[in-house]
Structures are given as structure tokens and as C-alpha cells.
């Protein structure tokens, strides 16, 4: 069982920046895609950004290119989600996922809101 921890989300004003962090308690996160997605009021959750377990590949949602940054430590040990220049839009519960890469099996974590005033 993997438990997925988000962190850093907060309160910011548009135009600013923010770090999300996604970490798997007690171990590693390699050996899992990971995706970030979120969810507004009374809106569906959509994708927002991932990252392959190695690295080497990464892709967004139109929304955000440009402007959020997925990307993984050294040690694999934690994803980050860079979000800059932000918009009152994405303001929402911020998740992530995470599949292996073995068995497809796929964790989210409890969500980490984020609240961007105009």
C-alpha cells in the first residue's frame, strides 16, 4: 500500500507562485508515473500535469503549459509541481496520483487546496 502526501498548497495572490509536493509515506516514489490533477467547485477533476517514473518525460494540460512545472528529485523520493504566473482559475483541490510502473496499481493522495485571489 502506497500513501500519497501532498503538501504546499496555501492561499496566493494572482499573478503569484506556489510548490506543490508529492511524497509516498515511509518509502520512494520511484517505480510510479505520477500525475497531478485537481478539482474545482462543482467541477469535475481533470488533469493538470505528469511525469514518467524515470524522468525523462513529462506533459501538461493545455491550461497550464507554460506556467506549471512537473519534476522529480534525484532520489525519486518526492514530485514536485511548480505552479507560476497563477490565475484565479486555478484555484482547486490539488491531487496527486501515482501508477506503477509493475502491477498499474494506482494510489491518490488526500488533496492539498489551492486558493488564487484576484
Known amino acids: 500500500q502506497v500513501q500519497l502526501v501532498e503538501s504546499g498548497g496555501g492561499l496566493v495572490q494572482a499573478g503569484g507562485s506556489l510548490s506543490l509536493s508529492c511524497t509516498a509515506s515511509?518509502?520512494?516514489?520511484?517505480?510510479?508515473?505520477v500525475n497531478w490533477y485537481r478539482q474545482a467547485p462543482g467541477k469535475d477533476r481533470e488533469f493538470v500535469a505528469a511525469i514518467t517514473w524515470n524522468g525523462m518525460r513529462t506533459n501538461y494540460a493545455d491550461s497550464v503549459k507554460g506556467r506549471f512545472t512537473i519534476s522529480r528529485d534525484n532520489t525519486r523520493t518526492a514530485v514536485t509541481l511548480q505552479m507560476n504566473s497563477l490565475k484565479p482559475e486555478d484555484t482547486a483541490i490539488y491531487y496527486c496520483?501515482?501508477?506503477?510502473?509493475?502491477?498499474?496499481?494506482?494510489?491518490w493522495g488526500q488533496g492539498t487546496q489551492v486558493t488564487v485571489s484576484s
Open positions: 515511509g518509502r520512494t516514489i520511484s517505480g510510479y508515473n
Open positions: 496520483n501515482a501508477v506503477s510502473v509493475m502491477d498499474r496499481r494506482e494510489y
